[in-house]
Nanobody
Framework: QVRLVESGGGLVQPGGSLRLSCVAS????????TAWFRQAPGKEREGVSY???????YYRDSVKGRFMISRDYAEYTVYLQMDRLKPEDSATYYC???????????????WGQGTRVIVSS
């Protein structure tokens, strides 16, 4: 079973930047896509972005032009660069691996423990 560990969260002012990292314990041919989700208190988990094994990427509308997902195959790591952060980006961010490119949580079966992002002045 692949394990995922996220890091990079923290407190940042509006307009600032953070880079989240998701490190996998091993390479697995079982998974085609890695995604970032987020969940704010009292809200449902929502998909933010995904990247496939052949580097296709997708973003939810509210983060397009501000977030960028990338991967380092050698380090089994997927990154989420977040720029021009807004208070509404505050949430716990999770990475997940699955077999179907999607921003729906039900399509992912391996999850990390999350890293918290707070955007506030």
């Amino acid at each position: 079973q692949v394990r995922l560990v996220e890091s990079g969260g923290g407190l940042v002012q509006p307009g600032g930047s953070l880079r989240l990292s998701c490190v996998a314990s091993e390479f697995s041919m079982d998974y085609y896509v890695t995604a970032w989700f987020r969940q704010a208190p009292g809200k449902e988990r929502e998909g933010v972005s995904y990247i496939t094994s052949d580097d296709l990427t997708y973003y939810r509308d509210s983060v397009k032009g501000r977030f960028m997902i990338s991967r380092d195959y050698a380090e089994y790591t997927v990154y989420l660069q977040m720029d021009r952060l807004k208070p509404e980006d505050s949430a716990t961010y999770y990475c997940a691996m699955g077999r179907q490119p999607s921003l729906l949580a039900r399509h992912y079966d391996t999850w990390g423990q999350g890293t918290r992002v707070i955007v506030s002045s």
